[in-house]
């Protein structure tokens, strides 16, 4: 009897782990979308409306949700309560939620590059920074949901059939 | 005055405290130039603090004044200078970027001159009975740069926005077409200096234009204007006053008759539509009320200056 316990709760265990991988993917996938979503809004708030910075992000940050949303309400909160650049104000909104995030270096370093253009530069170099930085999310885009396709279901069957393999083995 | 600290780094206002409100009260000009102490003007005197201001200081400067926005500043740094919050002015110097001959922007600022709005609220309070009769006389206020035009035109657009108790007079209509946003400091289309309740700005618009928008769209019983002096400001004055409006503008000059030896004004002045002509000078400081005429060039004042102030 207790051996059918252990046994469960290794199949469980594996099981879960697989579908977690396979979530985590499917989750970069999702932000990185997110993340696109927002920057195009902030192309519109900057470039048709004129917003400033920190208007447009806070406006961005209640359109959205999760870790995205987070990032962009702090970066406004920066804004307007401290003495510091855009740069530095985006790169301490990006460390603070990234470990919560489901995003990968490449995306940071993408975001980071982004944010040293951030406010420095006229209605036409800015709209040009944004579109670069939409571009290159959009290839890991492509690229994290080529893998959450290809890999994910395959993450999802071998927890449980890994969970198989340990029983068998016990036994 | 705090707005305008609000702008400054730490590290400049931090410089600045040792001011006391005496200091403040008079303070005319803070200015911020790269690998130079700061410099502050106050009552006409000039006094340097030992604080040199590095180019990282200088762009916190540029973010404060941005909201860490330049792209919002483009019209900004096409025209040299930024309206802040309080109606205060920020001149801008550095590169300049030029587009077909013409100034597209100043980049890489070096200079940056704060200067203080002071509103002298009440100046024109002598002047109500001479320019108004049961109605507002169009009138010029005519003087040299720094004599105190534009604080006087302020004022009396308050005054007439506001109307006044005493003389019986009711608020009217008030349009302000304010190219350079000097009379009343706009920040996102809203007068950040004190006006009646019936006050409408055209902030940056240019004046012709400007005067025409504004006596089809907005129709104003009393015209707002500074500085005329180009063939279109005269043909838009023609307009607004044969459509009933009162104008009350500034001009640059001595006395009367430059205005008759600009050929710009020549053809309004032969029309002889300004009733009433406001005199100023730095005589007795700026502000200095040399003369009030009426049309017949007649001294309603004669011999009597006085200064606000």
Redesign the interface.
């Known amino acids: 009897m207790i051996k059918l316990i252990g046994a469960l709760c290794i199949f469980l265990a594996c099981g879960f782990c697989g579908m977690e991988i396979s979530k985590r993917m499917a989750e970069r996938t999702k932000q990185l979308r997110l993340f696109i979503a927002a920057l195009e809004s902030l192309e519109a708030e900057i470039v048709y409306g004129h917003s400033l910075l920190h208007d447009a992000s806070r406006r961005i940050a209640s359109q959205l949700e999760g870790p995205v949303s987070n990032i962009f309400r702090f970066f406004s909160d920066k804004l307007v309560r401290e003495e510091t650049t855009a740069k530095n104000a985006w790169k301490e909104s990006l460390d603070k939620y990234w470990k919560k995030s489901a995003l990968k270096t490449a995306e940071y370093e993408i975001l980071l590059q982004f944010g040293e253009t951030l406010g420095r530069h006229d209605l036409e170099q800015q709209q040009k920074h944004i579109r670069l930085a939409i571009t290159h999310l959009e290839r890991e885009e492509k690229e994290s949901y080529r893998r959450q396709t290809t890999y994910g279901k395959i993450a999802n069957n071998f927890g449980f059939l890994s969970g198989l393999l340990v029983i068998l083995l016990l036994i | 005055m705090d707005t305008v600290f609000d702008f400054l780094?730490?590290s400049i206002r931090e410089q600045l405290k040792v001011l006391d409100h005496v200091d403040l009260e008079k303070l005319e000009e803070i200015r911020i130039r790269i690998g130079k102490p700061i410099e502050v003007n106050i009552a006409g005197y000039t006094r340097f603090f030992p604080f040199v201001v590095d180019s990282n200081t200088a762009?916190?400067l540029l973010?404060?004044l941005?909201?860490?926005?330049?792209?919002?500043l483009?019209e900004e740094?096409k025209r040299g200078y930024i309206t802040i919050d309080g109606g205060h002015r920020v001149g801008l110097a550095g590169k300049v970027i030029l587009e077909n001959g013409s100034v597209k922007?100043i980049r890489d600022i070096s200079s940056f001159n704060i200067r203080i709005a002071r509103e002298k609220i009440g100046i024109a309070n002598p002047l109500i009975p001479y320019l108004y009769d049961r109605r507002w006389h169009n009138t010029v206020i005519i003087g040299p740069p720094q004599t105190g035009k534009t604080s006087l035109l302020r004022d009396l657009a308050r005054i007439i926005s506001t109307g006044d108790k005493k003389h019986g007079i009711p608020p009217l209509k008030t349009a302000i077409v304010d190219e350079r946003s000097e009379i009343a400091g706009c920040v996102n289309g809203i007068p950040q200096l004190s006006f009646g309740p019936r006050v409408d700005v055209l902030d940056g618009c240019p004046k012709a234009e400007g005067m025409m928008m504004m006596i089809r769209s907005m129709s104003p019983d009393v015209l707002i204007v500074d500085e005329i002096g180009r063939k279109e400001d005269s043909e838009a004055i023609e307009e607004a006053i044969h459509a009933g409006i009162r104008l009350v503008t500034t001009v640059h000059g001595e006395s009367i008759d430059d205005l008759f030896s600009r050929p710009a004004l020549k053809s309004i002045m032969d029309q002889n539509i300004f009733e009433r002509y406001v005199i100023l000078s730095r005589q007795r400081g700026p502000g200095t009320v040399m003369a009030i005429q009426d049309r017949n060039f007649k001294h309603l004042r004669l011999g009597r200056v006085f200064q606000y102030d």
């Open positions: 780094p730490a762009i916190q973010n404060n941005g909201k860490h926005s330049f792209y919002t483009e740094l922007a």
